[in-house]
């Protein structure tokens, strides 16, 4: 369970278009300590409506594993690397979660830490 003397941890999730740019935002997301672990996940099929019309496409997942005070700046890298002009960028709260993985992601994404 989530503890008052952590960052909120948040789930974020974006889809993305190939494994090129799944890579580059993870990657990205880790080094600046806005993520703690990103995983990509491959082969979603997408239906959705757009600028009026029903779309399909093939996309890979990200999930973020953040905090609330990092989202800023996750919101900031995907939008920047990403390709599509409206990307999907939704964080969900994570309620409760063993101690030891939440003591985990709050210790990789605190600010003001030496890399």
Do not use: F
Request: proline share 7%; net charge negative; with cysteine.
């Amino acid at each position: 369970m989530h503890t008052s003397d952590q960052p909120h941890p948040l789930l974020i999730m974006s889809n993305v278009p190939d494994r090129d740019t799944a890579g580059r935002i993870a990657r990205e997301l880790v080094d600046i300590r806005a993520a703690a672990c990103v995983n990509i996940l491959p082969a979603v099929h997408s239906v959705y409506r757009w600028e009026g019309k029903i779309e399909e496409a093939a996309e890979m997942t990200l999930v973020v594993k953040s905090t609330a005070d990092r989202y800023d700046e996750v919101e900031n890298v995907i939008k920047r690397l990403h390709p599509y002009d409206v990307p999907e960028i939704i964080a969900l709260p994570i309620t409760h979660g063993l101690p030891a993985y939440l003591q985990w992601l709050a210790a990789e994404t605190r600010k003001n830490v030496d890399v």
